[in-house]
Structures are given as C-alpha cells and as structure tokens.
C-alpha cells in the first residue's frame, strides 16, 4: 500500500517541554487516521510539523514516496488546523473563488466541493451569515479544491452542536468513501471510533498505541465475582491463563481476561475446584474504560 507521510523519531521541544517525544508512525494511502489524545498531548504540534508551520527539534518526516518536497507535497494536501477564516461580506462561492485564485487553481471544482459538504444551495450566501458548522463545511469544501491525496483536520467538531458534529463526521466518512485519506487529531475517543480506520494514542508526546481502532477496542471484559472464600478464589485466580489481573474492591473481585470465557464453564471450573460463588457476572468494558486503561498503564511504567 502507498504511504502518504512517514514520521520517524519526531521530538519538539519548546524549552523544557517536551511536546511530541520520539514519535514515529506511518500514514498509508486510502486510510482514516485518527490522531487521538487529551488536550496538550502533541497532537496539534505533530500536525504543525508534517505542515511546515512548526519546526521540529529532531527526527524526521517525508511525504509520498520520500523524494518529494515538504513544499511541492503539500500541494497535494488539504489541511484545516485553525478555525475557518473567509471574508465575512462574500458568498461562500466566491470565498472559494479568491481561494482557488490563491492556489492557482481551476474554478471547475467549486459547486461539486460545495455539494460534497452540503452548501450547494448556500453557495450564494454570505460567509457571515453561517453557522459554525457550515464555516467548518466550507473550510472542507475549500481544502479539497484542488482534490488532494490527504485531507488533515485538528479537532474538526470542537465547538459544534450535535447536529453540526453529525453533519461534519458524515462528511468526512464521504470524502474517505471516495478514496482521499485522512487524518485527523482529535481529544474525543468516540470521534475516533465513529469515524477512524486507524489511530495513534497520545499522551504527553509520546505514543501508547497505534494499529486499527477496532483492535484497540476489542476487550475480552471482565468477570465480577463474590464467594465466601476470597482467598482461595484469588490464588486460583492470579494462576488462571485467561486471567490478566485481579482488582479487590471490599467483597467485590474484579478480574480482568485476557481470552474469552464463558461464564458458565468458568463457574463449572470453580465448582471442581471447591469454590462456590455467591455473585458471577462477565461485563465489557466500555471504551472510555479502556482509554483510561491505556493512559493509565503509562503512568506506570513512569
Ligand atoms: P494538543 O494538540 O494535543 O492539544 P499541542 O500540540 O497543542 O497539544 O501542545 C502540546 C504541548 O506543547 C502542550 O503542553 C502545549 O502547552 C505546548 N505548546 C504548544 N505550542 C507551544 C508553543 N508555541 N510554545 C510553548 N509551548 C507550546
């Protein structure tokens, strides 16, 4: 598969800061990345670099197949990392116009980028007169013009109602629908989930997880367990192969798996060991849980 953009090693520093620490990962053609982390966590400056709008401290990163110009790559990228700016007295078309003047590009584009974000029947109103989404739909329409290999948007829903986070991430679906690749930083675990193929996780610069999100988010759950005998459960329990680690909350055990497991035959195996329990129930854990999880194992290793 084709990759986009390559980071390899990527430190900045700003004085004792470290904002992105040794970060390395690979954008490869036709995916939905998502770049996902709480706020402060580089996610914002990565993005500034790959643009040439923040200089890195050290590390690397290509476009395309390497060869290519930082500058002559980023003709084939549209990026959106600040909040719309047109002028508030023109029509939305003719802001896209001035744009496409800018770049040196064909006008033919316009009502097709226009319809894209669903603006098509606004193409004739004043850019001030829209709503924040609709700027955020025209931002869109006006980086795609000149049709990109890759679109990038940091936090492309902040500050938007339901409705106009809906409209922005079903956009954005379309736009991957049709073949452009994205990538996109944003602080909300479920943005990623509902709109990324893959992410990379970060917190405070540096790299917890990267790979498909439906791996990130796949758990195998937990078992929540009472019996009148806590010792012996836990020792059967900390030797057990599909057992990852026990919690003991007052009477409550949580144990964590690392396989699936049926309820019922877990029951049956602690039964022929002589454990009676008094409580067995086998949860998932809910994906802001496993987010948690995720940073937390960080702290950690610290
Ligand atoms: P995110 O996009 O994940 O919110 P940022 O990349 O904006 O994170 O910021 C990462 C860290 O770098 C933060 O601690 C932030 O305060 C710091 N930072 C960002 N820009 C600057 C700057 N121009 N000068 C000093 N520190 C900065």
Known sequence: MDTILNISNLTKQYG???AVNNLSFTIKKGNVYGILGPNGSGKSTTLGITLNVVNKTSGDFSWFDGQTSTHDALKK???????PNFYPYMSAYKNLKLVCKIKGI????????LELVGLLDRKDSKFKTFSLGMKQRLAIASAL?????????DE?????????????RAIIKDI?????TILLASHLLDEV????????VLRKGNKLYEGPVDQMISSDGFFELKCDNNTALLDYLNTHPNIKNTKVTEDLITAFLNAPTSAASFNKELLDKGIALSHLVLRKESLEE?????????EDKN
């Open 193 to 200: 989930e509902k709109v990324c193929s893959h992410v990379v």
């Open 145 to 153: 013009l000149n049709d990109p290999e890759i679109l990038i948007l």
């Open 77 to 83: 990228v549209g990026a959106i990392i600040e909040r």
């Open 290 to 298: 496993q987010f948690l999880q995720l940073t937390d194992n960080l």
């Open 156 to 168: 492309p829903t902040n500050g938007l109602d339901p409705q106009g986070i809906h409209q922005i």
């Open 106 to 113: 064909t006008e033919e584009k316009i009502d097709e980028k």
């Open 176 to 180: 991957a629908s049709q073949g452009t």
């Open 16 to 18: 004792n800061l470290t």
